[in-house]
């Protein structure tokens, strides 16, 4: 799970926790069926064959919507609707971009969960965690959200994502795809999921430096300026995807110009 905005290493803390708490409490549960892959939905529990079911995000992201307002998102090593029966309040899951799901007979399991001590109690603590994952989201929410908050966009291949030479209000980063780095139609290098680009210039209060378009098509995380600088202090592992992903930059600059020297000599 993962929010669109006031990202603390707590939230991230409980947010593992609780996969981890999942992965064991699903060990001798079969799933009903082979897992499925949606390229997109609007409604995943629209369907009647998913209403008896709930499901375990394999690959990609599923937002939460509840009362017309998106919460937060799933993405891999998350269980989805737990909660669509018994008269709670009917969340709705829709993602725009290809995700693969594993389903399980909503019934079946919580049979299964609850048919010794040592199960029950591997689910009872996935469903503390989950509440304080929860409750995660509900403090998240009590401190008003800019709304020029982050949020995500969709590119095809071919498709510009930075284009060079313009200003620098946001910083970028790939969750799903991959994209190619050009200066002056040159491709000097690539951009990889979950790597952080266009920090550079915004950084340094320049205009983009290189242009990045999509190779395939792209599930983008957009942050502006603001958002980004409260990332940095309250997200420490954005720093280090920063960092790492500069210093790949340089090397790759490095070894061009030496390749270029030693072509000339």
């Not at 409604?43 to 394999?58: P, S, T």
């Not at 409750?135 to 498709?159: N, R």
């Amino acid at each position: 799970m993962f929010l669109e905005s006031n990202f603390t290493e707590q939230f991230e803390k409980t947010d593992n926790y609780c996969k981890d708490l999942l992965s064991k409490a699903l060990v001798d549960i079969p799933p009903s069926s082979k897992a499925v892959s949606y390229a997109s939905f609007e409604d995943l529990y629209e369907a009647e064959e998913n209403q008896g079911l709930v499901f375990l995000l394999e690959e990609g992201t599923v937002a939460h919507q509840q009362e017309n307002k998106t919460l937060f998102h799933y993405d891999a090593g998350d269980l989805i609707g737990m909660s669509q029966w018994g008269g709670m309040p009917i969340a709705k899951y829709y993602t725009e971009s290809p995700v693969t799901l594993v389903p399980y007979n909503r019934e079946a399991l919580w049979q299964k969960a609850m048919s010794d001590a040592k199960k029950a109690r591997q689910w009872g603590d996935y469903l503390l965690a989950e509440c304080a994952r929860h409750s995660s989201v509900i403090a998240s929410l009590d401190t008003p959200v800019d709304k020029t908050s982050l949020g995500f966009q969709t590119y095809s291949p071919g498709e510009t994502i930075i284009e060079e030479g313009t200003a620098s209000d946001t910083v970028f980063s790939i969750v799903e795809g991959h994209a190619n780095v050009f200066v002056q139609n040159i491709k000097v290098g690539e951009v990889l999921e979950d790597e952080i680009f266009g920090a550079m210039s915004l950084l340094t209060n320049s205009p983009r430096t290189a242009s990045v378009i999509a190779d395939q098509r792209c599930l983008v995380m957009v942050v502006p300026r603001s958002q980004f600088e409260m990332m940095i202090k309250t997200h420490p592992r954005i720093c280090i995807s920063l960092m790492e992903n500069m210093a790949r930059q340089i090397v790759s600059l490095n070894e061009q110009i030496t390749a270029v020297h030693s072509q000339a000599s």
